[in-house]
């Protein structure tokens, strides 16, 4: 069964820093992972999706790796800004229908 | 292009009765998902449907949830009786296709409280 676990749960750091997310996950066979932004009240925002052949993805000042061997995936902010603050979440597509599994989220608060 | 639909955006209860939720998903996606998320963890799938058939309802507790999706289009979500534990937001997401190789589109999801 397909488990994916996030740490930090909450981060908290000042505006400017760079700072990484981590993501596992317990079986490597996946079809992609995916990481998620999501604001308080607000649905899920896709932010970048690596298909299981590639390693990295990158939009702007976020880029994630994807390690399917060791079962990890990091999310890399540079200069975080106070906009940036929101959960992120990450999620596996392990079969063929296209469901997701989601670790719990990392809670980001990026101070002014 | 408009995003996913759902309503009611926020539903107060009282447990052991009954609420149902909306979704229209993207025009012309075939596949509809409904995920509970409940506060502090990340989204679970409850069901998945292509067109008006349901692909996955594994974790979907059939004695109390139901859900339907009639015409291929929109889709409902009903809890009957509801109980504490149903407290969660409910996210409805849609995808032009069924498998890992489309992009799930995600609504903004209806916060239920039930006390």
């Known amino acids: 069964k397909q488990e994916v676990t996030q740490i930090p749960a909450a981060l908290s750091v000042p505006e400017g820093e760079n700072l990484v997310l981590n993501c596992s996950f317990t079986d490597s066979a996946i079809y992609n992972l995916q990481w998620f932004r999501q604001d308080p009240g607000k649905g899920l925002t896709s932010l970048l999706l690596i298909q299981s052949s590639q390693r990295e993805q990158t939009s702007g000042r976020l880029n994630a790796s994807l390690d399917k061997s060791s079962g990890r995936s990091t999310l890399y902010i540079a200069a975080s800004q106070p906009g940036d603050s929101a959960t992120y979440l990450c999620?596996?597509?392990?079969?063929?229908?296209?469901?997701?599994?989601f670790g719990q989220g990392t809670t980001l608060q990026v101070k002014p | 292009e408009a995003g996913v639909a759902q309503s009611p955006r926020y539903k107060i209860i009282e447990k052991r009765q009954s609420v149902a939720f909306w979704c229209n998903p993207i025009?012309?996606?075939?596949?509809l998902y409904w995920y509970q998320q409940i506060l502090g963890q990340g989204p679970k799938l409850l069901i998945q449907?292509?067109?008006?058939?349901?692909?996955?309802d594994s974790q979907l507790p059939k004695d109390r949830f139901s859900a339907e999706r009639l015409k291929g289009v929109d889709s409902t979500l009903k809890i009957q009786p509801a109980k504490l534990e149903d407290s969660a937001v409910y996210l409805c997401?849609?995808?032009?296709?069924?498998?890992?190789?489309?992009?799930?589109?995600f609504g903004p999801g209806t916060r239920l409280t039930v006390t």
């Open positions: 449907f292509q067109n008006n058939g349901v692909v996955d």
């Open positions: 997401a849609s995808s032009s296709g069924r498998g890992s190789s489309y992009e799930q589109y």
């Open positions: 025009s012309g996606h075939a596949t």
């Open positions: 999620a596996v597509s392990s079969g063929n229908t296209g469901k997701l599994i």
